[in-house]
Every structure is written in structure tokens, then in C-alpha cells.
């Protein structure tokens, strides 16, 4: 067996009825070490072992030596808090949660930053279409936020709907080159387009028009990492390594995106740069711009005991958006050491009578725990003390896949008093929106 398959099974990997003799359900060697039966409640993974009474021979799973650690290692990965014992039973000292298991487990998430492989098939894990291969970018973006708790304390993202948004983007980082602000402070924008065959080809990779009857090969996206003549030409980072293009690098006109642009995202650390406040008077220079762009944003946080043995945080913190400059508070549920659990987004429309919210995802590990009930409360009690009367809960492209994720979005919604308004957009991407009057 491949270790490609056995990373596949690694992460699809279900519980069955026990065989006697037991093969390992991930490489399928005969060499058992542990048979255990998983039990999954609020967050923790609890595995059993097959002399346990407790055991379940209809749910069971197999392991050999080498695969059990692996195994172990995924669910980490995935936020499960471990534990080798039963739900009724206490921890002991050889319990993952008692013996640093939270440290590793913090560990092996920051280590996925690195491994493009391990984090896609983290990715596919809430994307809602297990059997593709590709998935939408803003599930990469939050793949992104959980696992890099704390590389980007404060982050935050939004979709750019229309080509324009993307070059008055890019032609920003001149100017902050020029205040000399770090690369580390400034933006990224990922810009997915249409792709056609020549793109394989393509000399020192500047992509050109596609001829009349090219043939389109799908979707595609890269991150964009800089710009020529004045943002008539982008320039970015291919994945298809440093063989391909100018050592891995391509350049792409405007006018490609002019016809051929299907969704972009930007993204940017705010835990640096003002809140809206600090831009109630206008700066005085460049030096006085390039010193509130670097200023520590503030954040606030409250915790509280949600039950026996779960302690949460509730943090907030203020950003500006990018292609409105309009203030935008940042919400998210935090375990009790610092694991995201769930987060959103909230800003205020054009039109400054209605609270947005472009954004609301509980990591697939936390749901049925009251999370996304925690962040839409907390989106309401924003909205009364603002004096907003009405709620817009967004439906992302992404979210609405037919299937379980359209409906627990529809579900949820409903049971919080919102109606659902049904109408494909395209700038920014989204499929529905949820609407409640305070």
C-alpha cells in the first residue's frame, strides 16, 4: 500500500464491527498492537481499548504499531483533547491530557504550516466534498486560522469581489514599501481565476489571453506577491514548484482577470495596525501614517467555565476592512489553552442600518457545543448597543454545497429567527443571505 493511501485512510478512517483476527485499518498489516473503540464529546476523543468493559465491538477500529501513532497524530491535528480511558473515568498520568499532550498537540498543528500535503487533507476534512480533489479558497483561509493560533493572534478575511478591488489592492504595497512598513504588517491577497492549457507552457510564466478555442482546465489559485507598469501586470507564486515559470514565479495581466476572475480574498495581521479610531483625524505625514500602521491593535477577552472541565475565552478585537475601510470586530471562542474553536466577522453595510456578517464557522471538532449560538448573541448584542435594527447573515458560495452544510447553515438560521433570501452573487461570491430584524 502506497503512503499516499494510507494517508487517504489516515484521515477517513471510521469505526466498524470487529474481525478476529484484527488487520490494521490503515495499512492493512497483520501486526496489531491496539484495538480500541472512539468515542467523540464535546472536543475530546476518548479511545477504549479492547479488554476495556467498556469497549464497543460494533464500533471499533485497528492499529499497528507505527499507525496508531499516526492516527493519534491526525485527531491532534483536528483539535481532539486525547484521552486513553473512558468517558465515566478520570484522567490518569498516562493520559495524553495529563502528560503533555496539549503541548504536542499545539506542536503538531504549527508543524502543518510547513507540510502543503497534511494541511490540504486538513482542509478536506470541512470543505464538505471529501472525494474531490481541489477545494474553495476561503476553507484554506480558515484551515489557515486554526491551525496558526499563534503565528496571527489577530487575523482577518474577506472576499474581493471584482478585479478593480484586487489592483487598488496590490498597488497599496507600494506605498507601504515606500513608509518601509515590514512585509510581515502588510496584506496577502490569493486570487483564484480560470485557467487554460497554455498556462503549463506558458515562457518564464507570463500567462497571455487564452487563443479562441483554448481549452479551459478549471480553476486555479495562487497567491499574488507583487505588481509591474503600474498594476497593469501582477506577479505571483505558482505551486506547481520551481520548475515551472521563473523559478516557480509568473506574471498575469489585468486584462486576464478582466475575463476570466472568479473570486479573490485578502488577508491581513490586525494585530498590527490601528482600529478605527485611531482614524478619526486624518495623519499628519507619511511618518505619522507608518507609526499607526504598526501599532499594536487591542483586544479584549472574557472568560468564563462553560462546565466541568472547559474553560472558554471570548475574544474580540477591531480591525478596519480593506475595501471599505469601515471598522470590523473580530469574534472568536477560544478553548482554555487558546485552541480556535469557532470565530465571525461583523461590519456594518454601506448603507450603516444593517450589521453584516460575511463570516461565521465553527471547526467541524466543536459543533453541537453552542459555539456559533455564542457568536450570533454576541453579533446581536453588538447590533442593539449600535443602534443597528437588522442582521444579515451570509451564505458563502462554499457553504452552500448541496448537502450538509447547506443544511445545517439553512437549520441554524431559521432556528434563530432569521428568513432566507436565495440569490446568487458574484462580488463577493455567496449564495444566500440570512436576514433578522432586531
Not at 46 to 62: E, I, K
Not at 180 to 196: D, G, K, M, Q
Not at 214 to 227: A, K
Not at 272 to 281: E, I, T
Amino acid at each position: 500500500m502506497s503512503q499516499r493511501e494510507i494517508d487517504v485512510r489516515t484521515c477517513e478512517a471510521h469505526p466498524h464491527a470487529f474481525v478476529d483476527p484484527p488487520k490494521c485499518d490503515l495499512c492493512a498489516s497483520s501486526q496489531v498492537r491496539h484495538v480500541i473503540s472512539p468515542f467523540v464529546n464535546r472536543g475530546r476523543l476518548y479511545t477504549v481499548g479492547h479488554r476495556s468493559q467498556h469497549f464497543d465491538p460494533t464500533a471499533s477500529l485497528a492499529f499497528c504499531a507505527s499507525c496508531w501513532g499516526r492516527w493519534l497524530l491526525w485527531r491532534a491535528r483536528c483539535g481532539y483533547d486525547v484521552h486513553f480511558h473512558d468517558l465515566d473515568r478520570p484522567c490518569h498520568a498516562g493520559c495524553p491530557a495529563r502528560s503533555g499532550g496539549r503541548l504536542a498537540q499545539f506542536g503538531v498543528q504549527v508543524g502543518l504550516s510547513g507540510d502543503l500535503t497534511e494541511r490540504f487533507f486538513l482542509q478536506k476534512t470541512i470543505d464538505g466534498m471529501p472525494r474531490t480533489n481541489g477545494s474553495q479558497l476561503i476553507m484554506a483561509l480558515r484551515t489557515e486560522r486554526f491551525i496558526s493560533r499563534s503565528l496571527a493572534r489577530q487575523s482577518y478575511y474577506e472576499s474581493l469581489g471584482k478585479p478593480k478591488a484586487v489592483q487598488r489592492l496590490m498597488l497599496r504595497y507600494g506605498q507601504l514599501s515606500l513608509l518601509a512598513v515590514p512585509r510581515t504588517y502588510w496584506h496577502h491577497i490569493r486570487l483564484v481565476v480560470e485557467i487554460f492549457a497554455s498556462w503549463h507552457t506558458a515562457p518564464k510564466g507570463a500567462i497571455q489571453l487564452p487563443s479562441a478555442g483554448e481549452t479551459s482546465v478549471g480553476l486555479h489559485s495562487v497567491p499574488l506577491t507583487g505588481y509591474r507598469d503600474g498594476g497593469r501586470t501582477l506577479v505571483f507564486r505558482n505551486s506547481w514548484g520551481a520548475g515551472w515559470g521563473d523559478r516557480g514565479y509568473g506574471t498575469i495581466p489585468f486584462e486576464y482577470l478582466e475575463g476570466h476572475f472568479h473570486e479573490a480574498f485578502v488577508e491581513r495581521r490586525s494585530r498590527f495596525g490601528p482600529p478605527s479610531w485611531s482614524f478619526a483625524a486624518a495623519p499628519t505625514s507619511d511618518r505619522d501614517y507608518r507609526e499607526r500602521l504598526l501599532l499594536n491593535a487591542p483586544r479584549w477577552r472574557h472568560r468564563w467555565q462553560n462546565g466541568p472541565g472547559e474553560n472558554w475565552v471570548l475574544e474580540t478585537y477591531e480591525t478596519a476592512s480593506l475595501t471599505t475601510g469601515r471598522p470590523v470586530l473580530g469574534v472568536e471562542v477560544q478553548n482554555g489553552f487558546g485552541l480556535r474553536m469557532g470565530w465571525a466577522f461583523l461590519r456594518r453595510s454601506e448603507s450603516s442600518d444593517v450589521m453584516e456578517i460575511p463570516e461565521l464557522f465553527v471547526w467541524p471538532t466543536f459543533r453541537r457545543m453552542g459555539i456559533a449560538r455564542i457568536l450570533e448573541e454576541h453579533a446581536v448584542d453588538v447590533a442593539f448597543g449600535a443602534g443597528i435594527a437588522e442582521i444579515h447573515l451570509m451564505l458563502n458560495e462554499a457553504d452552500a454545497v448541496v448537502g450538509p452544510p447547506r443544511a445545517q447553515a439553512r437549520a441554524f438560521a431559521k432556528a434563530l429567527g432569521y428568513d432566507w433570501r436565495w440569490r446568487v452573487e458574484v462580488g463577493p461570491r455567496r449564495h444566500g443571505t440570512a436576514i433578522k430584524t432586531l
